[in-house]
């Protein structure tokens, strides 16, 4: 492995730390839920509506007064919501909030009903992700930033566009990482020449080819 992969996940796990600590939205910075942008099969405007809605997400769940701890991160205009809220109500007004957003094609909910976790555990979960995205790394038949990584209370999320042997793969090598409790794959799945023209579009950057328009859901 090169060193240029490692330098920057250790700048993701530096400015993480700020991010999962509260002070700042987890999805407004773009880094603590593990995503970069060289190579990223979205298109350059799939990747700026995302980090608006992130924007967005932050700024209306403070706006409607929601208590809890509630991140949004969105990838290709599909937005997971994670955290802890007091009860199920406040759980389905944030979703309802989300999902009111401009560009949002679908949400995902994965709030849970209970206390807010501790910083400790927020500490562990910036971790866990840093140790997944180098796993990524180190398996060299996935492309490390493809795959947006979000972990909450020890639960792997994984978002991305791609193919079943990539989501499978995936999900397989995050089980493997020390203290992931579960992995929850929140993929758009795409054929494996959906995959390759994509992959050109990105190494042709004056072409960006269209995002895919139907997502294969949660799995």
Do not use: W
């Not at 509260?22 to 190579?39: F, Q, R």
């Not at 799939?46 to 949004?72: P, Y």
């Not at 979703?95 to 976790?117: A, P």
């Not at 990105?202 to 895919?212: I, Y």
């Amino acid at each position: 492995m090169t060193h240029l992969p490692r330098l920057l996940l250790c700048a993701t796990l530096a400015t993480a730390a700020l991010a999962s600590s509260g002070c700042i939205p987890l999805a407004a910075t773009g880094v603590a839920v593990g995503t970069m942008a060289a190579l990223d099969r979205r298109t350059v405007g799939a990747q700026a509506e995302d980090e608006a809605i992130e924007l967005k997400a932050a700024n209306r769940v403070r706006s409607a007064g929601l208590q809890g701890r509630i991140s949004v991160a969105s990838h290709n205009r599909r937005a997971l919501i994670v955290g802890q809220v007091p009860d199920e109500a406040t759980r389905q007004r944030a979703e309802q909030v989300v999902q009111g957003i401009e560009n949002v094609r679908g949400v995902h909910n994965e709030l849970q009903v209970g206390g807010r976790v501790s910083l400790t555990t927020q500490s562990s979960d910036t971790l866990i992700t840093t140790k997944v995205k180098a796993s990524y790394v180190d398996a060299k038949d996935l492309q490390v930033n493809t795959i947006k990584v979000v972990t909450e209370n020890g639960v792997v999320y994984l978002m991305g566009l791609l193919t079943q042997r990539e989501a499978e793969r995936a999900a397989q090598v995050a089980s493997r990482v020390g203290g992931v409790q579960r992995v929850v794959t929140v993929f758009e799945l795409i054929s494996d020449e959906e995959r390759v023209r994509l992959d050109r579009a990105q190494q042709s950057p004056t072409t960006p080819a269209p995002s895919p328009a139907s997502p294969s859901g949660a799995r």
